[in-house]
């Protein structure tokens, strides 16, 4: 069984910063990408950003200059550092992992229980 656990979120006024992260654990026994996803009340979940296995980052084009993904593998652990917060933010982030946790099976999609951020203006 895999669980992800995210911390970090929480109010922050706009301009401000957090820094999510997103720690894996259980029975895992390779991750290749991860990423953050985002969603705010009445609309769809979107990617805000993704890194692959090896450290190559993508952003939503709303965030880019300001958030920063980042990925620990000895830990199992995948960052977002939001910077120049704007209302906009807010939403619940939800940790994206895809996992694999045997060696016959392909990699599958596990998700964090989510965090809410909220930036007031």
């Known amino acids: 069984q895999v669980q992800l656990v995210e911390s970090g979120g929480g109010l922050v006024q706009a301009g401000g910063s957090l820094r999510l992260s997103c720690a894996a654990s259980g029975s895992i026994l390779s991750i290749n990408a991860m990423g953050w996803y985002r969603q705010a009340p009445g609309k769809q979940r979107e990617l805000v950003a993704a890194?692959?296995?090896?450290?190559?980052?993508n952003y939503e084009d709303s965030v880019k200059g300001r958030f920063t993904i980042s990925r620990d593998d000895a830990k199992n652990t995948v960052f977002l550092q939001m910077n120049t917060l704007k209302p906009e933010d807010t939403a619940v982030y939800y940790c994206n992992a895809k996992i694999r946790t045997r060696w016959t099976a392909p990699f599958s999609d596990y998700w964090g229980q989510g965090t809410q951020v909220t930036v007031s203006s």
């Open positions: 890194i692959t296995f090896g450290g190559t980052p």
